[in-house]
């Protein structure tokens, strides 16, 4: 299975700020590594809860191979993927990293990250490092707290096409962006 093209060049991001492209809710690929076995999963519920320090909520089911894999190394990356991913994204979610290794068999390229073990994934728009600062809600509600320790965003687009899941396999792939309310919008609420 071949994937689409690598994003381009990426640059250093400042972690305060990715929260821009997490609000809008896109559908993520979460990567990890534990005892030299890496693995993805797909996600669609993830929200932010805070920008400095960066922090975002996932719940990721315990059934899920990543369960485990992002519990016992307390990190993973938030990869962004694009449409061009979409078929990509549906595979990942559809297979168990118990069975098969999800780098290798959808072609995506593992590159290293410089502040965690889990691998980055080159082809996807953005890359978040992330650790675990909360893990009380773990065992009540499957609930990861992540702090973005670290982040990788592609020079362009400014404003990529992602996917979002509206449910029973329908996507909503990100469109037309208006800055027609700026002038009413208040800066506070950032
Ligand atoms: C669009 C989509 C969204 C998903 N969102 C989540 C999610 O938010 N949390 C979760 O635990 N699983 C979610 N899944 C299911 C996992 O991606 C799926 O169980 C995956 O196979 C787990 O892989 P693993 O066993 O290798 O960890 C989603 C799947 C799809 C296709």
Known sequence: MKA?????????????????????????LVSSAWK???????????MVMGFSPSLIGSYVWSENHSFDMIRKSRECV???????????????GNSSGREVDKFSKFGLTAVPGA??????????????ECKLVDSSLIRKY?????????????TSPRFPRTIHYRG???????????????????????
């Open 4 to 28: 689409a093209m690598k994003a381009g060049a990426k640059k250093d991001f400042p972690v305060d700020g990715i929260r821009r492209f997490l609000e809008p809710g896109p559908i993520v």
């Open 36 to 46: 030299g076995e890496t693995n993805i999963m797909t996600m669609g519920w993830h």
């Open 78 to 92: 938030i990869n962004i993927p694009t449409l061009d991913l979409a078929p990509t994204v549906v595979r990942i």
């Open 115 to 128: 502040r965690v073990k889990a691998p980055l994934i080159a082809e996807c728009h953005a890359n978040f």
């Open 142 to 154: 499957s609930l990861f707290i992540w702090e973005v320790v670290k982040a990788h965003v592609a």
């Open 168 to 190: 029973d396999g329908v996507f909503m792939i990100s469109g037309e962006d208006t800055g027609r309310y700026r002038r009413q919008f208040k800066p506070q609420n950032l």
